[in-house]
């Protein structure tokens, strides 16, 4: 197979493999010639598309030709220009979706650790998070000191870093206080030492009051400027939080209980191919078997935002919905940035053309579930089912955000690769074999069978259950053998 046509009223077809200027491929019942050099995973028209015509990928516009293009040329960036513009009119049209809910009649379990607010972690870790970037170094201290604490059912001891929490103001200061105060409550942490200096904005009593309710056995509070010696101060307590989470054990769990947060990055001309339809498919396995999804990187939904929106369950998430996508896009304009500044340069390189492109790709992740709720950013995920979340689509925010918002573990989809880890356990699918070949330290798991001949299926049969094995414990993802102790926060405003 050479080229891919991935819905029949697609005008473009996409290359499975290089394809050279003069070659013959066959799409469906018609043979072309080839026009142009053309890289894998790049886009070829199978029909002449006139200036202005739209360019259809997935079923729907990516967006409109420049220039006449003839059959068989080369579509990219040169020849293709986005439809975006500002801010939309929505009208809420559920009869315009598949709306058939998700169910299944098996059952799927995990081994996991459950805790005492009927919640259940894949990792048992014991976390020590700062309220405030100056105390970084006095929390990797004592993280070093308590390493001799770690037993055999707590899974590790981290420290978490970040430059926040102080000269900051507004919304600033809340986002620090919300993401924080998620990664206290995430089911992943057995135990967690919230360490403070003492004079910063974001006061621990203010912290107390962002992460609500909480078992004080199971989370202890440090003000570094209140003792003599925060770091043997700071170590005896986390010696107490570790004999508190030393108490938990993996045992059978319903994957019900399970949430996972849908991230993709490095994106190439595969992904909305291979890797995102098959997190697709798994988010809505785990939501027909009652568990929780988190679709997140709200600039990527630009363009494909309606195929989420007449999803909706009601008008009001619908209403949460177009807040969503327009909110940001105000976002965007408020610093004169073009609401299409996007895709990356990685990206076009590897066959995205425009942000329509990328996100028809990207919002497949999102399988084909109903959306019960829409988070702002640093809110926790509290639905079961499929959950939009505000966030960016930087990599390392969106997933930080997600670990916030109560998941487990990240999906993380890329054609070209990236080896960042962050709080939870993140899972590397690659879109193509080349990747995954050779990459095989950052990969988990590679996607890129299915268009060698894989059924469906089968890989989501095999994937689906590789994410259960993760979870118990029986296999780590590779991005858990790397540094996670870095936060990546979201910030907008004023640092005094």
């Given at each position: 197979?050479?080229?891919?046509?991935?819905?029949?009223?697609?005008n473009?077809?996409v290359?499975v493999?290089?394809?050279?200027?003069?070659?013959?491929?066959?799409?469906?019942?018609?043979?072309?010639?080839?026009l142009?050099?053309?890289?894998a995973?790049?886009?070829?028209?199978?029909?002449?598309?006139?200036?202005?015509q739209?360019?259809?990928k997935?079923?729907?516009?990516?967006g409109?030709?420049?220039?006449?293009?003839?059959a068989?040329?080369?579509?990219?960036?040169?020849n293709?220009?986005?439809?975006?513009?500002?801010?939309l009119?929505?009208?809420y049209?559920?009869?315009?979706?598949?709306?058939?809910?998700?169910?299944?009649?098996?059952?799927y379990?995990?081994?996991?650790?459950?805790?005492?607010?009927?919640?259940?972690g894949?990792?048992?870790?014991?976390?020590?998070?700062p309220?405030?970037?100056?105390?970084?170094g006095?929390?990797?201290?004592?993280?070093?000191?308590?390493?001799p604490?770690?037993t055999?059912?707590?899974?590790?001891?981290?420290a978490?870093?970040h430059?926040?929490?102080c000269?900051?103001?507004?919304?600033d200061?809340?986002?620090?206080?919300?993401?924080l105060?998620?990664?206290v409550?995430?089911?992943n942490?057995?135990?967690?030492?919230?360490?403070s200096?003492?004079c910063?904005?974001?006061?621990?009593?203010?912290?107390?009051?962002?992460i609500?309710?909480?078992d004080p056995?199971?989370?202890?509070?440090l003000?570094?400027?209140?003792?003599?010696?925060?770091?043997a101060?700071?170590?005896?307590?986390?010696?107490?939080?570790?004999?508190?989470?030393d108490?938990?054990?993996?045992?059978p769990?319903?994957?019900?209980?399970?949430?996972?947060?849908?991230?993709c990055?490095?994106?190439?001309g595969?992904?909305?191919?291979?890797?995102?339809?098959?997190?697709?498919?798994i988010?809505?396995r785990?939501?027909a078997?009652?568990?929780?999804?988190?679709?997140?990187?709200?600039p990527?939904?630009?363009?494909?935002?309606t195929?989420l929106?007449?999803?909706?369950?009601?008008?009001e998430?619908?209403d949460?919905?177009?807040?969503?996508?327009?909110?940001f896009?105000?976002?965007f304009?408020?610093y004169?940035?073009?609401?299409?500044e996007?895709?990356?340069?990685?990206?076009?390189?590897g066959g995205?053309?425009t942000?329509?492109?990328?996100?028809?790709?990207c919002?497949?992740k999102?399988?084909?579930?109903?959306?019960?709720?829409v988070?702002?950013y640093?809110?926790?995920?509290?639905?079961?089912?499929l959950?939009?979340?505000?966030?960016?689509?930087?990599?390392?925010?969106?997933?930080?955000?997600?670990?916030?918002?109560?998941a487990?573990?990240v999906?993380?989809t890329?054609g070209?690769?990236?080896?960042f880890?962050?709080p939870?356990?993140?899972?590397?699918?690659?879109?193509?074999?080349?990747?995954?070949g050779?990459?095989?330290n950052?990969?988990?798991?590679?996607?890129?069978t299915i268009v060698?001949g894989?059924?469906?299926?089968?890989?989501?049969?095999?994937?689906?259950?590789?994410i259960l094995?993760?979870a118990?414990?029986?296999?780590h993802?590779k991005?858990e053998?790397?540094?996670?102790?870095?936060?990546?926060?979201f910030?907008?405003?004023?640092?005094?």
């Amino acid at each position: 197979m050479a080229v891919f046509k991935i819905h029949e009223k697609d005008n473009v077809a996409v290359a499975v493999t290089p394809v050279s200027k003069g070659e013959t491929v066959t799409v469906g019942n018609t043979t072309l010639t080839v026009l142009d050099d053309i890289p894998a995973g790049h886009k070829l028209a199978v029909v002449p598309i006139a200036k202005g015509q739209d360019v259809v990928k997935y079923g729907f516009p990516i967006g409109t030709a420049k220039e006449d293009i003839p059959a068989g040329a080369w579509v990219h960036t040169h020849n293709v220009q986005s439809k975006l513009g500002d801010l939309l009119h929505y009208t809420y049209e559920p009869e315009k979706a598949d709306r058939r809910e998700l169910t299944t009649d098996k059952t799927y379990e995990f081994l996991g650790y459950k805790r005492p607010d009927g919640t259940a972690g894949i990792r048992n870790e014991v976390w020590i998070i700062p309220t405030v970037g100056c105390v970084n170094g006095i929390a990797r201290a004592i993280e070093e000191a308590s390493q001799p604490f770690k037993t055999e059912r707590i899974d590790g001891i981290y420290a978490y870093s970040h430059p926040h929490g102080c000269s900051q103001l507004g919304d600033d200061q809340l986002h620090t206080q919300k993401l924080l105060s998620g990664l206290v409550h995430n089911p992943n942490a057995g135990a967690v030492l919230v360490l403070s200096l003492g004079c910063e904005n974001n006061q621990v009593d203010l912290m107390k009051e962002v992460i609500g309710q909480y078992d004080p056995q199971r989370v202890k509070f440090l003000v570094c400027q209140d003792v003599e010696d925060e770091i043997a101060t700071g170590t005896a307590i986390v010696k107490e939080l570790c004999a508190y989470a030393d108490q938990f054990y993996r045992q059978p769990c319903d994957a019900s209980l399970l949430t996972i947060g849908l991230k993709c990055g490095g994106s190439d001309g595969f992904s909305g191919i291979t890797a995102n339809p098959l997190v697709g498919e798994i988010s809505n396995r785990l939501v027909a078997a009652g568990g929780t999804s988190i679709l997140t990187e709200v600039p990527e939904m630009f363009g494909a935002e309606t195929l989420l929106m007449n999803r909706a369950r009601d008008e009001e998430v619908f209403d949460k919905t177009v807040s969503l996508i327009n909110d940001f896009k105000e976002y965007f304009m408020s610093y004169g940035e073009k609401v299409n500044e996007n895709p990356s340069p990685g990206n076009k390189a590897g066959g995205i053309t425009t942000l329509e492109d990328k996100s028809l790709g990207c919002v497949q992740k999102g399988g084909r579930a109903l959306i019960e709720d829409v988070l702002l950013y640093g809110d926790r995920a509290v639905k079961k089912g499929l959950n939009l979340l505000q966030a960016p689509g930087n990599d390392l925010v969106a997933s930080n955000a997600l670990a916030a918002a109560g998941a487990h573990m990240v999906l993380f989809t890329t054609g070209r690769g990236t080896p960042f880890a962050c709080p939870v356990p993140t899972i590397k699918i690659s879109s193509n074999s080349k990747l995954a070949g050779f990459k095989t330290n950052w990969i988990d798991f590679n996607a890129g069978t299915i268009v060698e001949g894989e059924a469906k299926d089968s890989i989501a049969d095999r994937f689906f259950q590789y994410i259960l094995d993760v979870a118990s414990g029986k296999i780590h993802a590779k991005s858990e053998k790397l540094d996670k102790h870095e936060l990546a926060i979201f910030k907008n405003g004023v640092t005094l």
